[in-house]
């Protein structure tokens, strides 16, 4: 019985998508519902399959963080509830957010943690995220930021943008 726990648990930290890790996900999402809390942190994912995130649309806040995603589905922004989205200590790409539909989508975020990845710009879309508290963009590799992009963020507290490779 541990053992088949252990290999459960191993198929959905490889990201694979056995039988397994898609029982081992729909247990989570199920825990999720009474929590509205998703939980991802520190499962080595590599990708972040969109039918993971189905069905827990109450979601209030997600924690994503600790693994080698590179980019993130656009199921994501259709979490309109989150207010809390922490998805630093990734590989994230400017390319790999789908930043348009993030801006719009998640409209009652109040904190989103972008630190520690490996992004380079931010758009001017940021803006739309009024309800931003905090912000962290610490360790990317951030060398741009757009014109406007800070300028509806007018109840932000805290920006972390130390560990970029801003002028």
Do not use: Y
């Not at 898609?22 to 825990?31: G, K």
């Not at 942190?41 to 209030?60: F, H, K, S, Y």
């Not at 080698?68 to 989205?85: D, G, Y």
């Not at 912000?135 to 590799?141: E, R, V, Y």
């Amino acid at each position: 019985m541990a053992n088949m726990a252990a290999k459960r648990a191993s198929a959905t930290a490889a990201g694979g998508s056995t039988a397994a890790s898609t029982s081992n996900i729909a247990d989570r999402r199920a825990v999720w519902n009474k929590i509205g809390i998703i939980a991802l942190r520190d499962m080595q994912l590599g990708d972040l399959q969109p039918g993971w995130l189905t069905g827990v649309d109450n979601a209030r806040a997600a924690d994503i963080s600790h693994n080698r995603l590179i980019s993130l589905p656009q199921t994501l922004c259709n979490l309109s509830s989150l207010s809390s989205l922490n998805v630093s200590h990734n590989h994230l790409q400017d390319s790999g957010i789908p930043w348009q539909k993030l801006c719009t989508g998640l409209n009652q975020l109040t904190s989103l943690l972008l630190g520690h990845n490996q992004l380079q710009a931010l758009p001017a879309c940021l803006s739309l995220l009024s309800r931003l508290v905090q912000l962290g963009l610490q360790s990317n590799s951030l060398r741009q930021i757009q014109a406007g992009a800070f300028k509806g963020l007018g109840q932000l507290e805290v920006l972390q943008l130390q560990d970029n490779e801003l002028e």
